[in-house]
Nanobody, 124 residues
C-alpha cells in the first residue's frame, strides 16, 4: 500500500531542534505540493507549513514562522521540516501530507495522502 512515512520525531528540551523527514513508501509515486500538519492532545489538527512542488513557494503558520523551515529534495522524493527554537506548545503528533496539485496550501482538504504521524515532545 502506498503511504507516506514520517521520521525524526522525539523528545527535546525547549530551545532545541529536530528535523522531520517524509517520503513515500511501498509503490513510490511522485509527490506534488506537500504540507506538514500537527495535532496536540485535545486540540484540532492545525496547519504548520507547506511547500510547492518546485520548492520555490512556501507557507507557514504564524506560530512557527522564523523557527521552522520546510524544504524538499525532489531527486529523493523527500520533504523535510527543520524545527528550531522549539517550545513546549510545539508538542504534538506531526503529519506530512501530499496533494496532486503543485501549489503550497494550508487547506487540509486539498491533501489526499497522509502519513501515520511522528510524535514531537518538547519539555520545559
Amino acid at each position: 500500500q502506498v503511504q507516506l512515512v514520517e521520521s525524526g520525531g522525539g523528545l527535546v528540551q525547549a530551545g532545541g531542534s529536530l528535523r522531520l523527514s517524509c517520503a513515500p513508501s511501498g509503490r513510490t509515486f511522485s509527490i506534488g505540493a506537500m504540507g506538514w500538519f500537527r495535532q496536540a492532545p485535545g486540540k484540532d489538527r492545525e496547519f504548520v507549513a507547506a511547500i510547492s512542488w518546485s520548492g520555490d513557494s512556501t507557507s507557514y503558520a504564524d506560530s512557527v514562522k522564523a523557527r521552522f523551515t520546510i524544504s524538499r529534495d525532489n531527486a529523493k522524493n523527500t520533504v523535510f521540516l527543520q524545527m528550531n527554537s522549539l517550545k513546549p506548545e510545539d508538542t504534538a503528533v506531526y503529519y506530512c501530507a501530499s496533494q496532486r496539485g503543485t501549489y503550497a496550501s494550508d487547506s487540509a482538504v486539498l491533501y489526499d495522502r497522509w502519513g501515520q504521524g511522528t510524535q514531537v515532545t518538547v519539555s520545559s
